[in-house]
Every structure is written in structure tokens, then in C-alpha cells.
């Protein structure tokens, strides 16, 4: 049984920073990679990075480049997204997911992940 929470979430103004916080409970060990989605009202839930939880290993949506970090704290169970300069499109409900099979091919599918949080909102004015 694997349980993600999100938190970190709120209303920010354009060019401001928010970390969201993802933490994994579970009764076995962990491993694979954790997922950043987010899902705007009305469009698909989209990719935003993971990282691996053994490596520390990040990979990016390119539109996210430059301005989003992956980290995690191993002995907290726990995943964050750094956030800076965010922009009014940035707006959306931000999910983890986790993907225990480590897949490589298709891994910015949501289908690729097997455990999911309940989200966090994230609302940015301009």
C-alpha cells in the first residue's frame, strides 16, 4: 500500500516561487521514480518532471526548464518541486505519482505511473 500527499500549494502572483511536498508512505521499501503532473481545468494532465528515487536523477518537461527543480530527501520519503518564476499558465492542480517500474520509454505518461496523490492547487495572478 503506497499513499502520496501533496501540499505546498496557494495563490501566488506572477514572478513568485511556491515548493510543493510530496510525501510516500509506504510499507515496503521505496523505489523507482516519482512524477510531477498537472492537470489545468479543461486540458490534459500533463508532465512536469521526475526524478529517481536512487540517483536523485531529474528529468524535465521543456517548458518547465530552467525555472522547476526536482529534489527529494530519502530519509524523509519525500519529494519536492521547486517552483520559480511562475506564470499565470502555470495555474493547474500539481500531482506526484509514483513509478515503481522505472520506466524509460513513455515516462511523461500518466499511464506509466501507479500511485497517485490527490493534488495540490496551485493559482498564479498576473
Known amino acids: 500500500q503506497v499513499q502520496l500527499t501533496e501540499s505546498g500549494g496557494g495563490l501566488v502572483q506572477a514572478g513568485d516561487s511556491l515548493r510543493l ?9 521505496i523505489s523507482g521514480n516519482m512524477g510531477w503532473f498537472r ?11 521526475r526524478i529517481k528515487w536512487s540517483s536523485g536523477q531529474a528529468w524535465y518537461a521543456d517548458f518547465v ?7 527529494r530527501d530519502n530519509a524523509k ?6 517552483m ?3 506564470k499565470p499558465e502555470d495555474t493547474a492542480t500539481y500531482y506526484c505519482a509514483m513509478d515503481t517500474a522505472s520506466h524509460t520509454v513513455d515516462y511523461v505518461r500518466p499511464e ?5 496523490g490527490r493534488g495540490t492547487q ?3 495572478s498576473s
Do not use: D, M
Not at 511536498?21 to 521499501?29: E, G, L
Not at 492537470?39 to 518532471?49: D, I, L, S, T, W
Not at 526548464?65 to 529534489?71: I, L, P, Y
Not at 520519503?77 to 521547486?82: I, S
Open 84 to 86: 520559480n518564476n511562475l
Open 77 to 82: 520519503n519525500t519529494v519536492f518541486l521547486e
Open 122 to 124: 496551485v493559482t498564479v
Open 39 to 49: 492537470q489545468a481545468p479543461g486540458k490534459e494532465r500533463e508532465f512536469v518532471g
Open 65 to 71: 526548464k530552467g525555472r522547476f527543480t526536482v529534489s
Open 112 to 116: 506509466k505511473y501507479e500511485y497517485w
Open 21 to 29: 511536498s510530496c510525501v510516500v508512505t509506504a510499507r515496503s521499501f
